[in-house]
């Protein structure tokens, strides 16, 4: 069985572009969800999508968005970049996103300049 | 609020030692805790979950909702023990994380 592919596994952007990022779950998997994780703030917590319909969001400002595809795929995208917006960004999938154990991806390494 | 602590950045044990990983949580309600571990140059992976109460790799957490506690505990460190663990809680489809401890099995 696959595990979580996250695509690409690194971005260089310059402050005030945008960027997507996309993650495919593990077949069968309809929740997922997105983690900032930073060596200052550690794991944090950004959306959850469970058949497209986002069910809890993180405090992150408006610029950080996502949306899931009936496909399960999800994508997060986020606008005006930041430097403070460098990060590891991960996925997870999980069957339900109700207490199921998270199956992570191996991240995107997003840096800005 | 909902919290996770973690008290220790870095524990150090050597092998054949008893290794004790402290967790501590806030929360009003029934908590659903996790231990998550990452090992070198591989993605964050499940340990165990409370709700199991399996012991994986020789790991054990029992929670106690008296103390707020959900430790992660193993009789005798291995070397490929070695690794950053995370302690995390289930509220309202997301996890709430500790910052992460990592354990150092020295040989």
């Known amino acids: 069985k696959a595990g979580v592919t996250q695509t690409p596994r690194y971005l260089i952007k310059t402050r005030g572009q945008q960027v997507t990022l996309s993650c495919s779950p593990i077949s069968g998997h309809r929740s997922v969800s997105w983690y900032q994780q930073t060596p200052g703030q550690g794991l944090q917590f950004l959306f959850e999508y469970f058949s497209e319909t986002q069910r809890n969001k993180g405090n992150f400002p408006g610029r950080f968005s996502g949306r899931q595809f009936s496909n399960s795929r999800s994508e997060m995208n986020v606008s005006t970049l930041e430097l403070g917006d460098s990060a590891l960004y991960l996925c997870a999938s999980s069957r339900t996103g109700e207490g199921s154990p998270l199956h992570f991806g191996n991240g995107t390494r997003l840096t800005v300049t | 609020a909902q919290r996770v602590t973690q008290p220790e950045k870095l524990l150090s044990v050597f092998k054949g030692a008893p290794v004790e990983l402290k967790c501590n949580y806030s929360?009003?309600?029934?908590?659903?805790l996790f231990w998550y571990v990452q090992y070198s140059r591989q993605r964050l992976q499940l340990l165990l979950r409370h709700i199991s109460r399996e012991s994986i790799k020789g790991f054990t957490a029992d929670l106690n909702k008296g103390e707020t506690s959900f430790h992660l505990k193993k009789p005798f460190a291995q070397e490929e023990d070695s690794a950053m663990y995370y302690c995390a809680l289930d509220s309202n489809y997301q996890l709430i994380w500790g910052a992460g401890t990592k354990l150092i099995i020295k040989p």
């Open positions: 929360y009003s309600g029934s908590p659903e």
